[in-house]
T-cell receptor, first 114, second 111 residues
């Protein structure tokens, strides 16, 4: 199974600022996923990050708000831009296992916007 | 689109009693189904999966799940719950290249 390191583990940010979350995997993977878990809610996929191409965003999420980088096959970043209190959530990085069956998750980044 | 539903927001059981967390699915074709657990301030941990084969799937920490095609269900079970099983449990289904998650069920096991 892949080992996924996510930084920071938590942060408290002022509204209007931006936060970049890093995800490092110990093996090369084609696809990396970014999920959001709002307080008391389930996980929602934000986007899929593919190395060498633009990220693919799910309905309701846009690149200007959540820009993603994928410079190589083991690393990705998600930026939460121009934050508001509604962005307070846990953000999780995920990679598929094997032939895209189960997925493995990082520990998550708990973001609080004040 | 593929989807799963978890009809119970909360499940409360006494330690030592059987634990069941319910999940139903709606898919076209053969489902790829999963259970994950989330402990407080932790990421998601994979418990088990059903891809094909035996309808009773065994996973981590003594958990198992039964795939029932006629009832479109994939309930998570543990014969004897522990206080340390108290956590948030998610059922998920593979939807093309991604996972779609249920709303989650909070399990509380009382001593």
């Amino acid at each position: 199974s892949a080992v996924i390191s996510q930084k920071p583990s938590r942060d408290i940010c002022q509204r209007g600022t931006s936060l970049t979350i890093q995800c490092q995997v110990d093996s090369q993977v084609t696809m990396m996923f970014w999920y959001r878990q709002q307080p008391g809610q389930s996980l929602t996929l934000i986007a899929t990050a593919n190395q060498g191409s633009e990220a693919t965003y799910e309905s309701g999420f846009v690149i200007d708000k959540f820009p993603i980088s994928r410079p190589n096959l083991t690393f990705s970043t998600l930026t939460v831009s121009n934050m508001s209190p509604e962005d307070s959530s846990i953000y999780l990085c995920s990679v598929p296992q094997g032939t895209y069956t189960e997925a493995f998750f990082g520990q998550g980044t708990r973001l609080t916007v004040v | 689109a593929q989807s799963v539903a978890q009809p119970e927001d909360q499940v409360n059981v006494a330690e030592g009693n059987p634990l069941t967390v319910k999940c139903t699915y709606s898919v076209s074709g053969n489902p790829y189904l999963f259970w994950y657990v989330q402990y407080p301030n932790r990421g998601l941990q994979f418990l088990l999966k059903y891809i094909t084969g035996d309808n009773l799937v065994k996973g981590s920490y003594g958990f198992e799940a039964e795939f029932n095609k006629s009832q479109t269900s994939f309930h998570l079970k543990k014969p004897s719950a522990l206080v340390s099983d108290s956590a948030l449990y998610f059922c998920a289904v593979r939807d093309e290249y991604k996972l779609s998650f249920g709303a989650g069920t909070t399990v509380t096991v009382r001593a």
